[in-house]
């Protein structure tokens, strides 16, 4: 019978004779919460004041070993004992202390096994350093004994990457000592008594000095001055890696006071946030319960986005029916197919293998017909409401009982859509973002009868395909490109008032953005937005003030983007230079409305930019479109390249307060009040103190 005595609710101590093993059991993922840290700590101090155990294992149950700090303390007052000092009493423990690492040893858990004096990966294990993407750097010795065992430029790589390391990698770095196959407990037995037979060596990491590489921290923080000038940690990092030189008390002290730095950074609030929206935004009762079967895919059109929601499907392993109305474009959608899936696999993202065996499910056709048997199809074709109806009253008769029909519109009322068939349960939105096989996010669009388990299908299809499921409803764009086509006329609106759009896009890529507002539509093709545009010229409010002119005559001269060369830029070998015939177009508007140029800061852009995002984020929410603050969010950190850095539009909005956002929207509303709203939600809020965070609760 195991002598098993429990330290606390998470930590329990087993003998077997010489031997000690600690287990830690704190599902999901074994974080080291207080409990834990006090437990690990407790532990340790009752083996050494009993001296019986000749050697100590420590070992994690369930799924993975310590996947890193409790995320969920940060920003709340810190409880002791900290990480750095529980791991320095591991490390200076004469008894002979080891980790065995299984699942995913991250952050703070693989700081655990640095701390031990040897390291045993099991099989199929990852390590990793991923502070950086919540904003932080490693805490927990993580900066001074990778350098140690596996030098400077492995430290850098992991920590300013976060990126999951191999077990195999990791061994041949000397990261880990042994890599084995087995369950953990039985591997800690077999561990600790080769350690008793002098077969595993152990160390103290910390007895071991850096091997001194200057050049590569050099160039690393010159790289960051100018690739990640606008973040915190990336070069608190290095300055913590380069102290792995000094002895472990004074190295550790600078690692410190670089992570509590990065703890008061903003950034680090706004990538925390996106962790755990990433996971809350479909964690929603809408997501759960009966589904229906997603197995065969039926994908209409072979264009960008139906090549590329068929990319995704296949890569997920589901098998895809792709259809298009002549052969030429079947074969060009089947071209992109392979080429997106080949990409894939030159990233690194899938194996040949794979990428065979996705394309062995892949069966393209021109008729329609052949959907009878496919359990959900996605509709991916120009978007005009005619040819959508059309194909859904097809489709009412073709699919079998049951089979899901959604449309990936990106604006069109999905409700219209599914009155064309006489089963609307079964019809819903699945809005994909292009790239579709490389966006994350997918709006999925509740239509007035869509079925609940259809919703609940459109969930789990998201999280098949390694997305993330948004939940919206019906209205013009949505969520995101709701909130776009506001935001973006504010962008047209510099323009004609005096800024460049080279001005705005660099203003908005120094905020964050990957690329401003400009460049996006060269990327995306200007005559989409032009279509749109014409689209709803007719039903345009004549109170509103039109933006378009500068983009309709640059469109009027065939100039798109970058797929005619030219539009706001000129595309060329280089990098994209601003059009000049641009500004003349520019001068040209501003001459037929009167306008007088105005000077504008790079602060102003900003701030007018972000602020007319946040106030139709407002109203997506208030209105119900969007279920929380945080959905929102979600839709432009995974949709819409808004910085994950700063959380989302409404997480920054919380930064700035709802009383300033409405003081500067009245002040901007003297110049036009029709575009410039204070939303009542906003006013409310401001009124009484409360935060966009307090809606996501
Ligand atoms: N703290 C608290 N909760 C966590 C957590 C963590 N570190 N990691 C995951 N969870 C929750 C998550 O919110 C979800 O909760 C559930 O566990 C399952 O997670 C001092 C300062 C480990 C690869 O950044 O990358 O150590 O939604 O859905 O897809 O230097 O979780 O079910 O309520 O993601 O199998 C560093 C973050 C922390 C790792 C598993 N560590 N986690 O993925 O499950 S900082 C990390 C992950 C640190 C030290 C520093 C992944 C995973 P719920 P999941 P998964």
Known sequence: MADVTKVNDLISIERSGDIALICIDNPPVNATGQVVRQGLLDAVEQLKADDTAKVIAIYAAGRTFVAGADIREFGKPSQPPSLPDVYNIIEDCQTPIIAIMHGTALGGGLELGLATHARIGIEGLRVGLPEVNLGLLPGAGGTQRVPR?????????????????????????????????????????VAAQDVLDGKLTTRHTCDLDTPRDDKALDDTAAMLKVKQAHLFAPHKIVEAVRASYLPRTEGLKIERQGFLDCMQTPQR???????????????????????????????????????GIATSCLMAGLSVRLIEVAQDGLDRGVATITKNLEGAVSRGKMSAAKKDAALANLSPSLGLDDLADVDLVIEAVFENMDVKKDIFGKLNTICKPGAILASNTSY?????????????????????????????????????????????????????????????????????????????????????????????DNALEGFGFAMGPHKVSDLAGMDIGWANRKRLAATRDPAERYGGDVADRICEQGWYGRKTGQGYYIYGQGAPVPN????????????????????????????????????????VVEDGTAKRPLDV???????????????????YADTIGAAELVRRIKEYAKEDAHYWQVPALLEKMAAEGTKFADLNK
């Open 269 to 307: 609030s706004g990538l925390i946030h996106a962790f755990f929206g990433e996971r809350a935004v479909s964690n929603i009762p809408e997501a759960k319960g009966d589904t229906r079967p997603l197995a065969k895919i039926g994908v209409i059109g072979g264009g960008t986005m139906g090549s």
């Open 149 to 189: 065992l596996a030098g400077i430029p492995m430290a850098l790589d992991m920590s300013l990457s976060g990126r999951m390391v191999s077990a195999k990698e990791a061994l041949d770095k000397g990261l880990l000592d042994r890599l084995v196959a087995g369950e953990p407990r039985d591997v800690a037995l």
């Open 412 to 504: 069109l009322d999905v409700n219209e859509i599914a009155a064309c068939t006489d089963r609307p349960q079964d019809v819903l939105g699945l809005h994909f973002f292009s790239p579709a096989h490389v966006m994350r996010l997918l709006e999925i669009v509740q239509g007035a009868k869509t079925a609940p388990d259809v919703l609940a299908t459109g969930f789990a299809l998201a999280k098949t395909l390694k997305k993330v499921g948004v939940l919206a409803q019906v209205c013009d764009g949505f969520i995101g490109n709701r909130i776009l086509s506001h935001y973006a006329k504010t962008a047209a609106y510099l323009v004609l008032d005096g800024a460049s759009p080279q001005h705005v």
């Open 633 to 651: 969010d979600m839709v432009f950190v995974f949709g819409y390249g808004f910085p994950r850095h700063r959380g989302g539009p409404l997480h």
């Open 580 to 619: 000049p015939e641009v500004a003349t177009i520019i001068d040209g508007v501003r001459a037929d409305k009167g306008i007088t140029p105005q000077d504008f800061t790079d602060q102003d852009i900003v701030d007018r930019y972000m602020t007319a995002m946040i106030a139709e984020a407002t109203r």
